[in-house]
């Protein structure tokens, strides 16, 4: 199984975009699919997981209500929605696979390649 995450651009401060995670493979149920960023220089940090058999969404407090994270189960695909975008959101967006959920980016075992966001003020 592979994961490709796209979608990334260049958006202004207070636009939207919405990035797709792609799996190659089977997702099984009791997976978890989690969206996490990372800026030069810092952590990488969790934004959202969706777990897989139930659609149960988890939230890091920085974006809730911002962001939404969603799939479609018929294209093995999992979306971030992102509004009112932020200067300070700028960061490579990736996205994970972990067998529970977890906001600790080592919890997640397979990883797309990341795609790059950029916003301008």
């Known amino acids: 199984v592979q994961l490709q995450a796209s979608g990334g651009g260049l958006v202004q401060a207070g636009g939207s975009l919405k990035v797709s995670c792609t799996a190659s493979?089977?997702?099984?149920?009791?997976?978890?699919i989690g969206w996490f960023r990372q800026a030069p220089g810092k952590e990488r940090d969790f934004l959202a997981a969706?777990?897989?058999?139930?659609?149960?969404?988890y939230y890091a407090d920085s974006v809730k209500g911002r962001f939404t994270i969603s799939r479609d189960g018929a294209r093995n695909t999992v979306y971030l929605q992102m509004n009112n975008l932020k200067p300070e959101d700028t960061a490579i967006y990736y996205c994970?696979?972990?067998?529970?959920?977890?906001?600790?980016?080592?919890?997640?075992?397979?990883w797309g390649q990341g795609t790059q966001v950029t916003v301008s003020s």
């Open positions: 994970a696979r972990a067998n529970g959920y977890s906001t600790t980016w080592r919890e997640y075992r397979l």
């Open positions: 493979g089977r997702i099984f149920s009791s997976h978890i």
């Open positions: 969706i777990r897989w058999n139930s659609d149960r969404t």
